[in-house]
């Protein structure tokens, strides 16, 4: 049952979902494992999406589904930039946003952001003015193959990958190794459970 269920929909299904639609007493959990079990090694992978399961086509298979991308357009510097902020410091303000990239923030840029659900409102602050947070979505760590923001690459991973200078990250010491820049302490701190 779970099977059809994820995959007639194109959306991640939530856990509790999946629970609603099955009998009294279904494991949903123990049911999933399985599932992920049986779908290993196989063109399709049942693949955990936030809190929610989707259906996926197998990354070494990627290829074959080129030709059903739709190449929608870019996003602007402004957009992508707002996006990685949020998705490194979430839950973020807009006032914070605008501290770290340095310049106001366009009203046009967060309703894209919005517009394409990959990111939404999160609590108000319990400081002055009660200021709202923007947090990514589930639809964002769906696009770019997440389980949760906890998967998005470090310092030294952007280096590797060549999308950030060797001089190092302003404002840390000079001859720290990677390890010490970016240790066990470094993304987790930025996340509650």
Do not use: N
Request: charge should be negative.
């Amino acid at each position: 049952m779970i099977e059809a269920i994820l995959f007639a929909t194109a959306e991640p299904v939530s856990s509790a979902e999946l629970a609603k639609r099955l009998p009294e007493g279904c494991d949903v959990g123990e049911a999933l494992a399985l599932l992920r079990a049986r779908y290993q090694g196989r063109g399709v992978r049942v693949v955990r999406v936030g809190d929610a399961w989707a259906m996926r086509t197998a990354p070494d298979l990627g290829w074959l589904m080129h030709s059903e991308i739709v190449e929608t357009r870019r996003l602007s510097r402004a957009a992508t930039e707002t996006l990685a902020i949020i998705a490194y410091h979430q839950p973020v303000t807009r006032a914070e946003i605008e501290e770290i990239r340095g310049v106001s923030l366009s009203r046009g840029t967060i309703d894209q952001l919005m517009e394409l659900d990959w990111i939404r409102f999160g609590r108000r602050r319990m400081t002055p003015g009660r200021p709202l947070t923007f947090m990514v979505t589930e639809g964002f760590l769906d696009h770019f193959g997440l389980e949760s923001p906890r998967d998005l690459p470090g310092v030294k991973e952007l280096r590797d990958a060549g999308l950030l200078d060797s001089r190092g990250m302003p404002g840390v010491q000079q001859g720290l190794d990677d390890d010490e820049i970016d240790g066990s302490e470094g993304q987790t701190e930025l996340f509650e459970d």
